[in-house]
């Protein structure tokens, strides 16, 4: 019987990577949304810097999950 | 011919009675640390949760097309009375394991229920073992493990990044993401296991020459087989929604979405590597990973162990009850019927056990001061081979 450990030994390495990278992108926009949001009620500008950092982070998780659905169709 | 037909209508009708089993086995999968977490109501959860379910089912049929995936050696005479065996042992696992609110692996049950009726029907030489063992039992064992890492990792992760957030905007955007996370899980499950109902059907008309070999399969079975899931998942299987949702940990947001971001992970990458794994162990995986990650870092072990316990069980319970129908329905009709009837008997007993201490959308969250969702004492019946799972779980 031959078992492919190196084929799940990267199954598993890229899971983890993907599992991390995403949720901290995803963390980092909902911070730096709390950010703007502190921004805008203590009249110090409208924080833009920080909603299009926001953007940036949930386009990566979107283009994770666009990702994710490709693989699922294909 | 008449024997055939009525005996292939029968297959696909407990075919698609799995699927439902099937559906609302693994509601919890996707939904339970959404609705634990309060990022979606409980009804609303199962209702997106089957529509993404039906959904699934359209998006491919791959894995239907090598449904049994090279464990059973289709040339070796797999013919429907086989699978019927294989089909009742799978569902009346599921439902042993249900009542005790307990996330067993459908899949296993299925993959389990085919191995133990090939043997029976066709000989061990039907059953390529080396197969079982690279493709299902070692990713069976690992992949909980790699999903527990990895929601271990993402939870810190996520706690670390937002510590000087406010909490009350942290929590907020985190039950969003759930959404999101929790539709793409029901989205990767109604892909895998609607697929493994469709598989079983076009297998069945294939070996009776209704198909023609290698066929893909019909559009009304991938309706119906997607619409058996869907149905069953909206009904929702509220004992093991409890017990993943509350009964491993206490999930707050962000480790909801860091066991979903594992699990839908891991499901994808492992799917795409062409691995049998389990929805429900990786999730239960991820949520005891994300339980540990958390500020808290705290898992009830003793449900953790019941779990692991029940996952070890269910491929042999399976296949011991699928062993036993497949030799009562290979004596003929009447055979079939005695099986049939045995798991009608059996479906209905559970079904009536569970309504002594219902658990539904409106209790879900309640946690009972026992671990133990269902203390019902199970009936010591064994009048049919059928019936046999409710005393292997007495014992």
Redesign the interface.
């Known amino acids: 019987?031959?078992?492919?450990w190196s084929?799940?030994a990267?199954?598993?390495g890229?899971?983890?990577v993907?599992?991390?990278a995403?949720?901290?992108a995803?963390?980092?926009?909902?911070?730096a949304?709390?950010?703007r949001?502190?921004a805008v009620e203590a009249g110090s500008g409208r924080g833009t810097a920080a909603l299009a950092g926001a953007g940036v982070c949930f386009a990566a998780?979107a283009a994770a999950?666009g990702y994710?659905?490709t693989?699922?169709?294909? | 011919m008449e024997h055939i037909t009525f005996l292939v209508a029968v297959v696909i009708v407990t075919a698609l009675a799995f699927d439902f089993t099937n559906g609302f086995h693994d509601t919890a999968n996707a939904m339970a640390t959404s609705i634990a977490t309060g990022a979606l109501r409980p009804k609303v959860a199962v209702g997106i949760s089957a529509v993404l379910n039906f959904a699934?089912a359209f998006?491919?049929v791959?894995v239907a097309s090598t449904i049994s995936g090279g464990i059973v050696n289709e040339k070796a005479g797999i013919h429907p009375s086989v699978i019927f065996a294989a089909l009742a042992g799978a569902i009346l696992w599921n439902l042993v394991t249900w009542l005790r609110g307990l996330p067993s692996s459908s899949s296993h049950a299925l993959y389990g229920g085919l191995i133990g009726a090939t043997v029976v029907g066709v000989g061990l030489d039907g059953v390529n073992f080396?197969t079982v063992?690279?493709k299902i039992l070692?990713?069976a064992v690992?992949s909980p493990v790699?999903?527990g890492?990895?929601?271990w990792?993402?939870?810190k992760?996520?706690y670390l990044?937002?510590r000087?957030?406010?909490a009350k905007?942290?929590t907020k955007?985190?039950k969003i993401?759930q959404m999101?996370s929790a539709s793409?899980v029901s989205?990767?499950h109604g892909?895998n296991d609607a697929q493994k109902t469709m598989g079983i059907i076009t297998l069945t008309l294939v070996s009776v020459g209704a198909l023609p070999k290698h066929a893909l399969p019909p559009t009304w079975v991938i309706a119906s087989a997607g619409l058996a899931i869907a149905l069953g998942t909206y009904m929702g299987g509220w004992r093991i929604i409890r017990s993943m949702g509350k009964g491993l940990t206490d999930v707050q947001a962000?480790q909801g979405?860091?066991a979903e971001?594992?699990t839908?992970?891991?499901i994808?990458?492992?799917?795409?590597?062409g691995?049998g794994l389990s929805t429900t162990q990786v999730v239960s995986g991820g949520i005891m990973g994300a339980g540990l990650g958390g500020p808290k870092a705290q898992v009830h072990w003793s449900m953790a162990r019941r779990m692991v316990y029940t996952w070890g069980l269910t491929l042999p319970a399976a296949a011991v009850v699928a062993g036993a129908a497949a030799f009562v329905a290979d004596q003929g009709t009447w055979g079939v019927v005695l099986v049939g009837a045995a798991l009608v008997a059996g479906s209905g007993t559970m079904w009536l056990l569970s309504r002594r201490q219902p658990v539904t959308a409106s209790n879900v969250n309640e946690v009972p001061e026992l671990t133990d969702v269902t203390p019902v004492p199970v009936p010591g019946s064994a009048a049919s081979p059928a019936t046999t799972p409710t005393t292997t779980v007495a014992a």
Do not use: Q
């Open positions: 019987m031959h078992i492919n084929a799940l990267d199954t598993a890229v899971s983890f993907v599992t991390v995403v949720v901290a995803f963390a980092l926009g909902v911070l949304l709390g950010r949001e502190a998780c999950v994710g659905l693989l699922i169709a294909g | 699934g998006l491919s791959k080396s063992v690279t070692i990713p690992a790699v999903a890492l990895a929601a990792g993402a939870t992760v996520a990044i937002t000087r957030g406010g905007t942290t955007g985190f993401g999101f793409l989205l990767a892909t962000p979405f860091a971001a594992a839908t992970a891991v994808l990458t492992s799917s795409h590597m691995y």
